[in-house]
């Protein structure tokens, strides 16, 4: 593969890895909020994948105009999922809090899989391509990774410019402190799922603008959000999306060298590193 692959290879490794922050920021604002390690994650990106398709196919919908009432709808489920399942064993141990989550995705794979199948659907929607010197990218990849970019920003200016992003932060520091100052954590904690539902959600959708997907697809996202989490520090949105960065890239050089069936094998094995020479990862405080 001569210069223009490589480079070709890598720019589109950053778009993805972008995307692959978003959805990973997601599981990392939930566990930073509440300390739960939300195994509804993946299930929660495969419906915002079909959320698109359906609303495409069905009714037409510009995907990226689709992609607002998939955030909606994605925090409305998120705050349905925490008020039935997991406000009651928010406190209890990270198992039950696990088997709670692990629950709700069994619930959207089984009913996901009955009504749609396990066959691969894709999103017929092409924006063309964009060819820049040597570099030919897709048009798809790079609006997706700018709606990432967007979405991010969305969050951090939610966090650190509004009062109830205050209140998110102040929760996530300290909960008995926060509920002395009269914020209602209760409410917040369910905002704070809604929030990283629809992060999820988001992701899938903009992963199905350009990848086909069947209603397990989530679960190999699911399993990477969990790499990243690692490698940006649990607890750090904007360190999630280097560690999205991070992934994205190496998932693009790794094929050059490697056979494709190496990508995961590495994947892991850095998660495994990172693990055990820095677990509050690489760009996570050291407790």
């Known amino acids: 593969m001569g210069n223009s692959g490589l480079i070709t290879s890598l720019v589109d490794g950053v778009l993805i890895g972008v995307i692959y922050g978003l959805a990973a920021m997601g599981m990392t604002l939930i566990w930073g909020v509440m300390s739960v390690i939300n195994l509804a994650h993946g299930s929660v ?33 998120g705050v349905i999922i925490y008020s039935i399942a997991i406000h009651r064993v928010v406190n209890a141990s990270h198992l039950s809090t696990l088997l709670a989550t692990f629950s709700v995705n069994m619930i959207v794979i089984g009913l996901g899989t009955a009504i749609f199948s396990t066959s691969p659907r894709n999103v017929n929607y092409s924006l063309g391509n964009l060819t820049l010197g040597p570099v030919t990218l897709l048009n798809a990849r790079l609006v997706a990774a700018l709606a990432a970019v967007l979405v991010t920003s969305a969050l951090y200016l939610f966090l650190y410019r509004t009062r109830l992003g205050k209140y998110v932060r102040a929760v996530a520091n300290n909960r008995a402190a926060a509920e002395l100052m009269g914020i209602p954590s209760a409410q917040i ?61 190496l998932e693009s050089i790794i094929p050059i060298f490697l056979p494709n069936t190496w990508v995961p094998v590495l994947e892991f094995l850095l998660f495994v590193l990172i693990l055990l020479v820095r677990p509050s990862g690489l760009f996570g405080v050291k407790k």
Do not use: C, D, W
Request: no cysteine.
């Open 45 to 77: 990106i495969a419906l915002g994948m079909f959320g698109i398709y359906l609303l495409f196919t069905s009714l037409g919908l510009n995907p990226y105009l689709a992609l607002i009432l998939v955030a909606i709808l994605g925090l409305l489920l």
């Open 189 to 249: 904690l369910a905002l704070s799922f809604g929030l990283g539902t629809m992060l999820a959600a988001i992701a899938g959708g903009l992963i199905a603008t350009f990848f086909p997907f069947t209603i397990l697809s989530g679960g190999v996202y699911e399993l990477k959000s969990f790499v990243i989490v690692v490698l940006g520090g649990l607890g750090n949105p904007l360190g999630a999306l280097a560690g999205g960065l991070i992934l994205g890239m």
